[in-house]
């Protein structure tokens, strides 16, 4: 029986984890979390903010996912979306989803993120 999502694993190109760690720290809020020693020298790096944990792996040939990507809940999205947009990260809003806010963005490697914020 599944019980919980642990984590979600976007992929990132081989030196890329400076620029990964200032947009999942700073733009996004989330605090790193070390890698195991044995899986430290594959490179790439974690995030956590509360329950969510994002793992970014480095991938030979990698390619920016554009369209498969992490749904991420968020509280006071306009003021996280301005927060996003302050730190050059596009913001782009979608109504299609009835009952909820929500917008898209992308990592600074070009990975897809969604935000979103159930309507009161």
């Known amino acids: 029986m599944l019980t919980a999502v642990d984590h979600v694993q976007p992929a990132a190109p081989a030196g890329s984890e400076e620029r990964l760690r200032a947009y ?5 809020g989330m605090t790193e979390i070390p890698k195991p020693p044995a899986l430290a020298a594959n490179g790439g790096c ?7 944990q994002l793992h ?3 991938e030979a040939g990698f390619r920016p996912a554009r369209k498969a990507h992490p749904e991420l809940r968020v509280n006071d999205i306009e003021a996280y979306a301005e ?17 909820h806010r929500r917008f898209f963005s992308e990592d600074p490697v070009g990975n897809r993120l969604e935000f979103l914020e159930p309507r009161a």
């Open 24 to 28: 999942y720290t700073g733009a996004l």
């Open 56 to 58: 970014l792996g480095i």
């Open 83 to 99: 927060r996003l947009a302050a730190h050059g990260a596009p913001v782009v809003w979608d109504d299609r989803l009835p009952g």
């Open 46 to 52: 974690w995030f956590r903010a509360g329950a969510v």
